[in-house]
């Protein structure tokens, strides 16, 4: 059993940043890759980024490219996702997730691929 507790979202302008961060716990040496998706009223749950256990491989979707950034640091067992440059098309309820398979460089990590979700955090930014 693994837990994710998401925390970092709320209220920006557009051209702002958020941090958000994901704490794991329990059986976390289970997983093989962390990830962030991203699901907005009426839209299927999409994702965002991911980071390999290591750290040495990192995913983004192409809308996201250049503007968020995802890390992790192991000793604290919390993975993170600086966005800057925020737009009102990045509102949303992100979600941290983990997966006991591995991440495969150019393979799709899809939202059934994920073993573990935490509850979510709402991201809103205004125009």
């Known amino acids: 059993q693994v837990q994710l507790v998401e925390s970092g979202g709320g209220l920006v302008q557009a051209g702002g940043s958020l941090r958000l961060s994901c704490a794991a716990s329990?059986?976390?040496?289970?997983?093989?890759?962390m990830g962030w998706f991203r699901q907005a009223p009426g839209k299927e749950r999409e994702f965002v980024a991911a980071i390999s256990w290591s750290g040495d491989r990192t995913y983004y979707a192409d809308s996201v490219k250049g503007r968020f950034t995802i890390s992790r640091d192991n000793a604290k067992n919390t993975v993170y996702l600086q966005m800057n440059s925020l737009n009102p098309e990045d509102t949303a309820v992100y979600y941290c997730?983990?997966?006991?398979?591995?991440?495969?460089?150019?393979?799709?990590?899809?939202?059934?691929?994920?073993?573990?979700w935490g509850q979510g955090t709402q991201v809103t930014v205004s125009s």
């Open positions: 329990g059986r976390t040496y289970t997983t093989k890759a």
């Open positions: 997730a983990a997966r006991r398979t591995p991440d495969v460089p150019g393979r799709t990590w899809y939202s059934r691929d994920s073993d573990y």
